[in-house]
């Protein structure tokens, strides 16, 4: 049963947090054009790591956990976020997944969190059955500037908040909590291929997933490509699903990034060769290194792909 959960009304509450304590975390509080509640986690001000971890629980509409820990796994990249949830579908495709696209003028950005779970615009609600009903809502973006006034009032409206009820956060990716909010997308990024798959969403029951810290890098692209490396590379995920042991040793087979055929650069090499056109890469890119998948009826585990620290180093160093 999901009609008692609100991904906004638990994500504003950690969205009041994060403003009571913006000091410690280096975060910029204020107040847009009309009446929007803005939060600078990566441009004016410098943010950081905690406050990117915070980011990404609220992307996840509390409905999930982002612990930053140390991981012998990789031995020269010792820290890793680990993102786990026991309401994977609704946390991370409903709302952590950048999925909204944002323009009006030169300004765009991808939107992401619990926001898209109200204004429900892009195709994948559609197989989602969950809609979120609350009185504030709250988006992510990966930008270095606040959105302007057209674009707070269509999010407002498709929303069906007033502005002032509208929280905005926005960090670009080569910040360190920008950089942070998109590598604890490593669950995201493996319930999205699954669906790719056309595996049955009702039927992933939990999952958990973790990949390594990523450096952030000044230039764009670089930075971009170092975040999607951590998890192409260096990503782990573990997910426990119902339904035949053929389906689930299938999943896991079928999940590894390594089933691409643009694998094995790093990914800025791939972007720039593709002249900055996502849609030229090969979409099963975009997944975890390594897979578990659990049959939760027989107890089985099935294991597909591996890390691989050469290529890492390659984008890290």
């Given amino acids: ?15 009041e947090a994060l403003i009571r304590d913006a000091g410690p975390l ?7 054009a009309c009446g929007e509640h803005l939060i600078d986690a990566g441009s004016a001000h410098t943010g950081g790591v905690e406050a990117g971890r915070r980011i990404a629980e609220i992307c996840l509409g509390g409905l999930g956990r982002v612990a930053l820990a140390s991981d ?37 950005a991808l939107g992401s969190g619990p926001a898209r779970a109200l204004a429900r615009k892009e195709a994948l609600f559609q197989e989602i059955d969950y809609r979120d009903h609350a009185e504030h809502a709250v988006l992510v973006l990966e930008s270095a500037k606040p959105p302007p006034a057209a674009i707070i009032e269509k999010v407002a409206g498709d929303c069906g908040v007033a502005p002032d009820r509208l929280g905005i956060i926005f960090a670009p990716t080569q910040s360190l909590a920008g950089s942070v909010q998109v590598v604890a997308r490593v669950l995201e990024v493996a319930l999205h291929k ?8 009702d039927r992933i029951k939990d999952g958990a997933a973790t990949a390594p810290l990523a450096p952030p890098h000044p230039d764009f692209i670089t930075a971009m490509g170092r975040t999607n490396d951590a998890i192409i590379f260096g990503g782990r995920v573990h997910l426990f699903v119902t339904g035949p042991e053929a389906d689930a040793r299938a999943l896991a087979e079928h999940l590894p990034s390594s089933t691409s055929r643009d694998y094995g650069k790093p990914f800025a090499e791939i972007f ?4 900055g056109d996502f849609y030229a890469i090969d979409g099963a890119l975009f997944s975890p290194a390594a897979a ?19 290529a890492l180093d390659a984008s890290f160093a």
């Fill in 292 to 310: 578990i998948v659990t049959a939760i009826e027989t107890g089985r585990s099935f294991h597909g792909g591996q890390i691989n620290p050469i």
């Fill in 26 to 32: 280096r975060l910029g509080i204020s107040r847009g």
């Fill in 272 to 275: 720039r060769a593709a002249k």
């Fill in 1 to 15: 049963m999901t009609d008692n959960i609100s991904v906004n009304h638990a994500a504003w509450t950690l969205f």
């Fill in 194 to 201: 699954a669906h790719e798959h056309r595996f049955p969403l």
């Fill in 72 to 108: 012998a796994t990789l031995a020269r990249w010792p820290f890793a976020l680990t993102v786990a949830s026991s309401q994977p579908v609704i946390a991370c495709l409903a709302s952590q997944y950048a999925g909204w696209s944002l323009q009006e003028g030169k300004f765009f």
